[in-house]
């Protein structure tokens, strides 16, 4: 190896002194491959200028060759000059319309222009002239285009006519997945691969996908099934230990979600959405300790995941953790101020560790992401409440009215605290309207003021109450 490198740096010197020789004016003969070897050498090495002054004097000394107006029209659409590189491959075709790379280049510059059908009406010409063993090449771009335009059911077409040509095609398998989950055509991909696996019962990639078309269609049962199938003949395709591990995540089995996620995990180079599944998995389990290892994974490869913050912070929470939970709550906040969930936990944990003005602000801010939130307006009206501002509370509560519509908590959160305040008519008003709406509700006013469950009057106004 070593020698053939050694003699290919000495040609291509050679060829490059011949070239300099011959622009300086001395008579140098090179040959049509010589010039193709200098101009892919200098293009190999980010000469582009270079590689055209090479090509422009190819092209003048053999005029009747398209093979380097074709070169030099893909450099061209390469220095994003497409029109001077379309001109260049109409000269070509008229000199050599048996050239299909005239006619795949023709269809990039097209599809980067927008023009997809003309991009199309050329590889159908290329589709024509090239040999067997380079039609699947063609059928590729044509998928290329037309998922390029979102003609996906299109797109399916021809991956299917590749595979029907190259059945280990893995690109054409992979990609074949990614048009079926976006037009959610998950009975008819059962169809063809159960046709396709039939004929090619090895193809682990076609499992894969058969076992994706099954999940995506709710037969979880059928798609574990296939998912057997993929390991039983590749147990290290990581892409199908990572799908089958978010199908059991799905399904509630966390354990064996996360065995596979780390099997994935152990196959590929690590991602930020992998570290952060397998955190999720960890905090279902509650073992809250390795799922935080899996989330500062995620935030380590991502400083700005909002999300693997907010979960860390809900690991230390179901550890009443307060104060590290209120940490990790705030980071969350500062890389997504727009989540109103975040600002809710924040509003909780500041409360849990007294810093109640900071508890109401935060949500507050919640409720100005999220006016229709019910549950935010009746916390916010507790918190005022406790923090000794009754009318704010209430306030809140007809603000909380007026954009999520009537509620018996909202009646229920009324009487409590006017009862606590002395106003036993106007309580008793709001109570027997709650009790109306939603008899069983009314433990909300016990939750929030605790000896009214000993008043006997508001004991004798529920009981009339009860069915």
């Keep these: ?107 990039d510059i097209f599809v980067s222009k927008g023009m997809h059908q003309q991009a199309i009406d050329a590889l159908s010409k290329a589709s024509e002239i090239c040999p067997p063993e380079e039609l699947a090449d063609v059928y590729m771009n044509m998928a290329d285009i037309y998922e390029d335009w979102e003609k996906f059911n299109e797109v399916i077409f021809w991956l299917t006519k590749t595979l029907e040509l190259n059945p280990a095609h893995e690109e054409a398998l992979n990609r074949m997945w990614f048009c079926v989950k976006i037009l959610e055509s998950y009975e008819e991909s059962i169809l063809f691969h159960e046709k396709f696996i039939d004929a090619n019962p090895y193809c682990y990639m076609a499992w894969h996908n058969l076992a994706n078309a ?6 979880l049962e059928k798609a574990m099934s296939a998912f057997d199938f993929v390991f039983a003949i590749n147990d290290e395709y990581e892409y199908a230990h990572r799908d089958c591990g978010h199908l059991h995540y799905r399904l509630g089995s966390y354990q064996k979600a996360a065995d596979h996620l780390l099997l994935a995990l152990g196959l590929s180079k690590p991602y930020k959405e992998l570290y952060f599944t ?38 230390y929470k179901a550890e009443f953790n307060w104060q590290h939970a209120l940490i990790s709550y705030q980071r969350a906040v500062k890389q997504n101020e727009e989540n109103h969930e975040y600002h809710a936990a924040l509003a909780q944990t500041y409360y849990q560790v007294d810093e109640m003005n900071h508890a109401m602000e935060a949500y507050k801010k919640a409720i100005r992401l999220k006016p229709d939130m019910m549950i935010y307006r009746i916390e916010l009206s507790k918190y005022e409440f406790e923090n000794g501002d009754v009318d704010e509370a209430m306030l809140t509560i007809d603000k909380g009215e007026d954009a999520c519509g009537k509620n018996s908590c909202f009646d229920y959160l009324r009487s409590a605290f006017l009862f606590s305040t002395g106003k036993r008519k106007q309580a008793e008003e709001f109570l027997e309207r709650g009790l109306i709406a939603d008899y069983n509700g009314h433990i909300l006013m016990y939750e929030i003021v605790n000896h009214l469950e000993n008043d006997q009057e508001i004991t004798r106004i529920i009981e009339q109450y009860k069915s």
């Design 214 to 219: 099954y999940a995506g269609k709710g037969d």
């Design 1 to 107: 190896m070593r020698e053939f490198e050694d003699n290919y740096r000495e040609e291509i010197k050679e060829l490059v002194d011949q070239f300099e020789a011959m622009r300086c004016g001395q008579s140098v003969h090179l040959e049509e491959p010589d010039f193709e070897e200098l101009a892919d050498y200098f293009e190999d090495s980010g000469k582009s200028e270079k590689a055209m002054e090479v090509l422009d004097y190819a092209v003048q000394r053999f005029p009747f060759s398209a093979v380097f107006l074709v070169h030099k029209a893909a450099l061209l659409s390469d220095m994003l000059k497409p029109d001077e590189s379309m001109l260049l491959l109409e000269k070509a075709e008229a000199m050599d319309s048996g050239d299909s790379d005239i006619y795949f280049l023709k269809a």
């Design 278 to 315: 397998l955190g999720l998995c960890y905090e279902h389990l509650n073992h809250y300790s390795r799922a935080r290892y899996f989330l500062r994974k995620a935030v380590n490869l991502d400083p700005n995941f909002s999300e693997a913050f907010f979960k860390t912070g809900d690991c």
